[in-house]
């Protein structure tokens, strides 16, 4: 479980986060949603440790962020796996050196068990036979695949996901979805996802927390989202006429 | 920023860069990569330029010492001089700062702005470390050998053409490269390729690694990052001459 107490971050005095609190369960998928430049990045790295918050805490697991030495921090973030926006595979490695990496840098596995695990999750992906291919030879649905089979390879506790279907066909962004929802309630891991896609807001979201302005200004789950009164939150998800239809067919169903 | 927070965030930059590596299998692998791209891959240019500036060197050298008081065998040996205390090892090291250089900052600039470092640092991993530690290692034991083969070829460049002029003798040219041989000359030399070596892989790696933006930045970076490596060269092989042979 990470618990998220009144944080803050900001960057040359410009506050970014204004004290958000909200937690996040283990084997539950939770979205953060908001609009462009609404903070759910700069959330998310701050989650992650990359950016350091001025004030507040986060709580994984009984670990509080403030209080751990470099020496658990690294321990730590063995512990969690990132998908980046951008994918961030290593260029010079090969789609399989880059599942690797991480296996070869904290287990000391011989080869041919590391081997055995990095096929594993690119099956788990559904990405066979690109062993061998650089990250510059696939498609970006795939790069994706690969980052996600990359971060969930050390068998993470914490899932942290970067808009992992920005840019996908709307198919392909719904197997990603799924997938990495299987694989949260599976392993029973505490996976965070930012998101503008309003499919997976709509389908995959345990828990959705909706940021505006740097603020938590609403949360829920996907059920719920479709029944709030919120306005800003149905300003935001329901801006399309396609998703207000969609909001009324439930709203009428139920 | 300043000159003054450049320098002190460089040299703090490289507190983190000399740590243990986390693995060694990981850090002989990167090594291993490193001494080829930054090393086998510019013996070509090397070799190249070494042979044909040593012929230029000897032909001005015979052009500049013409009177028949002066014996002919001294051409070999003032080319001799030039090739090891100055040509090889600084000529040298700003041509690879050049390619050498611009390659660095680029490779790492790329995955700063691509979030590549990031995904180092989540994953726990001492991302300085990684990254440039093989790079200084593999130029500071592999540029010393790169710069003696610019003195062979610089010398045979020398001897060549000597023959094809008809300026001076074969003979008369090693005759003088073989006059008077000082060991001190060729430590001097290494010396100061060393300390080049050290800044064609750290000035670029700095400039690299805290790049900001995106691919324009990195593009802009890579020419600064060779314009200052080849500023510090220089500077450094003022002060250094002035330390060994004064
Ligand atoms: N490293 C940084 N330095 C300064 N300002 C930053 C930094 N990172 C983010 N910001 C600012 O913080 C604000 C929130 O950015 P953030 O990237 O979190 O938005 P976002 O919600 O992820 O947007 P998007 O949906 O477009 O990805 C923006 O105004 C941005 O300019
Ligand atoms: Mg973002």
Redesign the pocket.
């Given at each position: 479980m990470i618990e998220v107490n009144n944080l803050h971050k900001g960057?040359?005095g410009?506050e970014?986060l204004k004290g958000i609190t909200t937690s996040f369960q283990p084997g539950e998928t939770s979205l953060i949603i908001?609009?462009?430049?609404?903070?759910?990045?700069?959330?998310l790295k701050s989650l992650i440790g990359l950016h350091a918050p001025e004030k507040g805490s986060i709580i994984y697991d009984g670990r509080v962020n403030t209080e751990m030495t470099i020496e658990d921090k690294r321990h730590f973030r063995q512990e969690l796996g990132m998908v980046f926006?951008g994918s961030a595979l290593f260029d010079s490695l090969t789609v399989e050196e880059n599942v690797m990496f991480p296996l070869k840098m904290f287990t000391k596995q011989p080869v041919d068990e590391m081997l055995d695990r990095v096929n594993f999750v690119l099956k788990r992906v559904n990405l066979e036979n690109s062993n061998k291919k650089f990250p510059a030879e696939l498609s970006g649905g795939m790069q994706k695949r690969v980052a996600i089979a990359r971060a969930i390879v050390m068998n993470p506790k914490y899932l942290f996901c970067?808009?992992p279907n920005s840019g996908l066909d709307p198919q392909t962004s719904i197997v990603i979805d799924n997938l990495i929802q299987e694989i949260t309630d599976e392993y029973k891991i505490t996976t965070v996802i930012?998101t503008?896609d309003m499919n997976s807001v709509m389908e995959i979201g345990d828990k959705i927390v909706f940021?505006k302005n740097g603020v938590k200004a609403w949360e829920g789950s996907h059920k719920e989202i479709f029944k709030t009164d919120n306005e800003a939150v149905v300003n935001f998800v329901y801006s399309s006429n396609l998703f207000k239809k969609v909001r009324q067919a439930y709203l009428n169903d139920v | 920023m300043n000159y003054v927070e450049h320098i002190g965030k460089y040299f703090v930059m490289l507190k983190q860069v000399f740590t243990k590596p986390q693995r060694a299998r990981v850090f002989r692998e990167a090594l291993f990569r490193e001494i080829d791209e930054l090393g086998l891959k510019s013996l070509g240019i090397i070799a190249f330029i070494s042979f044909f500036i040593g012929g230029v060197i000897a032909l001005q050298t015979a052009l500049n010492l013409e009177s028949p008081f002066i014996p002919k065998s001294l051409i070999g040996f003032a080319a001799k001089r030039s090739i090891i205390l100055e040509f090889a090892p600084t000529f040298c090291s700003i041509i690879l700062a050049g390619k050498v250089g611009s390659y660095i900052t680029s490779s790492i600039g790329t995955m700063r702005v691509t979030e590549q470092i990031d995904a180092l640092e989540v994953m726990g991993i001492n991302s300085l470390n990684y990254l440039v530690l093989p790079k200084i290692i593999a130029t500071v034991f592999f540029y010393p050998f790169l710069v003696v083969l610019g003195m062979f070829l610089g010398i045979f460049g020398g001897w060549v053409a000597g023959v094809l002029s008809g300026l001076f003798s074969g003979i008369d040219f090693i005759t003088g490269v073989q006059m008077d041989f000082d060991p001190f000359l060729l430590t001097y030399a290494i010396i100061k390729t060393l300390v080049f070596a050290f800044l064609i892989a750290t000035v670029p790696s700095y400039h690299g690694y805290y790049v900001k933006g995106g691919s324009l930045e990195v593009g802009k970076a890579s020419t600064q990052s060779v314009v200052w490596t080849i500023v510090v060269i220089v500077i450094a092989n003022y002060f250094l001459t002035q330390m060994l042979l004064t």
């Open positions: 960057f040359s410009v970014i908001g609009q462009s430049g609404s903070g759910k990045t700069v959330f926006q970067d808009e930012n503008h940021l | -």
